[in-house]
């Protein structure tokens, strides 16, 4: 038996899966007989199949006839008034190659359901189980042919989510996973392989850490709903909240699902807030209240969560659960680190794989937050994983130390006397080293700086520079030891020189993120302000001093504060002489964002991966038609707008970026 044989299937449910299903499997060119237990609830499934056919062919997805997809569905009942199985749906199995079951989540009447497919079925037949909880395992031994039964999970709406589980038995046959696996690929659809048959599969298990840890941390008072889901959109970049996404979905949905997988032997500490809304009967959209209030039942609207809320809460802890179960499941051979992490990207629509968030925030980050956990809480489930542990030891750490789930081009660094320069590709980090004098800018580290940021404007394999600096201070100021005895013009030339450091930056073709992760005073405030972003840890001090050494900020600050903030504010921070914090500055408009100080580094990286992805041609445009367009009268910035915007069309990123939205990909930009 292969995929290539199949030409007949049944679904045998007729609600949103299974209709969802027979729809993909018709569009395909597949017989497909659609069967349910009354013929309302078969009409109101063709109904709605007639409706997205037609709205694929108004967008021009579906090159066939509305009318031929349809004519390839048989709707067949398949009880009578007694409850028992028609004849006509014995004759039915008799005629099929590969059965998908999508009833109810009962275990009795599934087991039912297979016994008799198993009777009636040819030999050939694989029977498989659309279930997203309950063990295949069980359902096989209804059967005599346990080899051939497997679990086939696609995800709500079958039409136009991609990822579809695969989920082994303990009997089930390699062959009947590899023409299951195959078939989901005729149809269109990216699968997964589950080779052990575990509660939850891949999604689900890794869904509910998440979902946990989300509603933990509210109970715990650590932030509220709002804070939580701001973070989750907005640092972890997730579609959506926690909380938002538990609204949608239904919260009861989670809670039959969680609920079945814990009576599985999934061990976790269900955080009780869910349960309360279960009780309540607030189910979220569809009851018009859950964790947000709706309009009206089955009304929904997007929950308005401001972007400020975020940071209250370490994403890293939000994940951290996550990622241990995902080891877990590597580690115990559930599935390869791969269908993982594309499980969640397609599963989920997170952006990266639960590995490639740990990677990027760092192993050792999740291990610490895992123990914090675990230390405050008491609950096993907190415990590290063996295998995160021995890539601790082993110094496998992710993106910073060039391997980790993953293996990234090796880290390269350079020393300076005044400098450390990290490669880690597509970053690189420039990093103040003068710990002892704060970082303070001497004529040598802004030689060193300007002659670096030449070597890494040649770099093609570095995408975005983040700056930042070591110890106490990102930098402290000026080294005014350095300075003693100018003479009048020799200052002036030094301004000069410091000049040039920061139209280099705005220059830059690359953008430039500015970590603060300590004092940014005086002339490092002016190298700071020349960056595209800022990010400062919470808690560091900003300002520009030199009034009370009986001067002026010489490298650009009396010109660039009041275009960052307004003319009066930054004349009172340049007139005083007095430092603002951190949030104070998020308030001026003199940072962008302000994390906790062990967040700096993960949010610096989080956002330079993030633009390293973006066209880097566009991205040049962008700085300068900003950087340039706004020192100019609109009349002549909007025609420099527009001819940056025409060039990019003679660019092959830009057939990159329109080949890749038609294909429902992610682009690949070249920079070309």
């Not at 609950?379 to 391997?403: A, C, D, I, N, W």
Request: aromatic share 10%.
């Amino acid at each position: 038996m292969s995929a290539e044989n199949i030409k007949k299937l049944t679904v045998v449910g007729a609600g949103t899966m299974g209709h969802g299903i027979a729809e993909v499997a018709a569009l395909k060119g597949y017989k497909v007989y659609l069967v349910d237990i009354k013929q309302e609830f078969l009409d109101n499934a063709l109904q709605k199949i007639e409706w997205s056919l037609k709205k694929l062919y108004e967008k021009g997805v579906l090159r066939d006839p509305v009318e031929t997809v349809m004519s390839r569905i048989t709707p067949v009942v398949n009880l009578d008034e007694k409850g028992e199985f028609t004849e006509e749906f014995a004759k039915v199995l008799a005629d099929t190659d590969f059965m998908v079951e999508a009833i109810v989540e009962r275990i009795d009447l599934k087991q039912k359901l297979f016994a008799y497919a198993d009777e009636h079925a040819p030999s050939h037949t694989i029977l498989a189980s659309n279930t997203s909880s309950l063990p295949i395992t069980e359902i096989g031994r209804a059967t005599k042919r346990p080899e051939k039964v497997v679990g086939m999970h696609f995800f709500n709406p079958p039409p136009l989510m991609p990822l579809v589980e695969i989920i082994k038995g303990d009997k089930t046959s390699d062959d009947t996973v590899q023409v299951t696996y195959d078939l989901a690929k005729r149809f269109g659809k990216q699968p997964v392989v589950v080779k052990k048959d575990v509660p939850g599969f891949i999604v689900n298990r890794i869904l509910a850490r998440f979902l946990n840890e989300a509603c933990w941390v509210v109970k715990r008072g650590k932030a509220d709903v709002i804070e939580v889901d701001a973070t989750v959109r907005y640092q972890l970049g997730f579609p959506m909240g926690a909380f938002e996404l538990a609204d949608y979905s239904g919260i009861d949905v989670f809670y039959y699902v969680f609920t079945a997988m814990t009576g599985r032997g999934f061990k976790i500490s269900p955080c009780t807030l869910f349960k309360e809304k279960f009780d309540a009967k607030e189910f979220g959209m569809k009851s018009g209240k859950g964790f947000y209030t709706y309009p009206a039942p089955g009304k929904y609207v997007r929950p308005e969560i401001p972007k400020e809320k975020a940071g209250k809460v370490d994403p890293v802890e939000l994940i951290a659960p996550a990622v241990n179960e995902a080891a877990w499941l590597l580690e115990n051979d559930v599935a390869t680190k791969e269908d993982i992490d594309k499980a969640v990207k397609l599963g989920l629509g997170w952006p990266k794989g639960v590995f490639e968030f740990a990677d990027e925030y760092g192993v050792d980050k999740i291990v610490e937050a895992l123990k914090k956990l675990k230390e405050e809480t008491g609950f096993e489930e907190y415990e590290p994983q063996s295998l995160l542990l021995k890539m601790v030891e082993e110094g496998k750490l992710g993106r910073k130390t060039g391997k980790g789930f993953y293996e990234y081009k090796e880290v390269e660094e350079r020393r300076k006397n005044t400098l450390l320069i990290r490669i880690e590709e597509p970053i690189a980090w420039i990093v103040l080293n003068r710990p002892k004098k704060l970082n303070a800018l001497s004529p040598e580290l802004l030689k060193e700086l300007y002659e670096t940021l030449d070597e890494l404007e040649e770099d093609d394999k570095v995408r975005v520079v983040v700056l930042t600096g070591t110890g106490r201070a990102f930098s402290a100021g000026a080294d005014v030891t350095a300075f003693m005895g100018l003479t009048p013009f020799k200052a002036m030339i030094f301004s000069k020189k410091f000049h040039e450091i920061t139209l280099k930056m705005e220059y830059f073709p690359k953008p430039i993120i500015v970590a603060l992760n300590g004092f940014t005073l005086g002339g490092g405030m002016e190298i700071a302000m020349s960056g595209d972003i800022r990010i400062a840890a919470e808690g560091v001090m900003i300002g520009q001093p030199e009034i009370n050494l009986g001067i002026i900020p010489g490298g650009g600050g009396t010109q660039r504060m009041p275009r960052l903030t307004t003319k009066s504010k930054a004349k009172e921070i340049i007139f005083t002489g007095d430092m603002v914090d951190a949030k104070e500055a998020l308030k001026l408009g003199l940072v962008d964002k302000v994390v906790p100080p062990e967040q700096l580094e993960q949010e610096a990286r989080a956002l330079a991966l993030k633009l390293a992805e973006k066209p880097p041609l566009a991205l040049l445009a962008a700085k300068y038609a900003i950087n340039f367009g706004t020192e100019s009268p609109i009349w002549a910035s909007l025609p420099y707008e527009a001819s940056l915007f025409g060039l990019l069309f003679s660019t092959d990123d830009v057939i990159e970026g329109v080949t890749a939205f038609m294909e429902k990909r992610k682009p690949k930009f070249k920079g070309q």
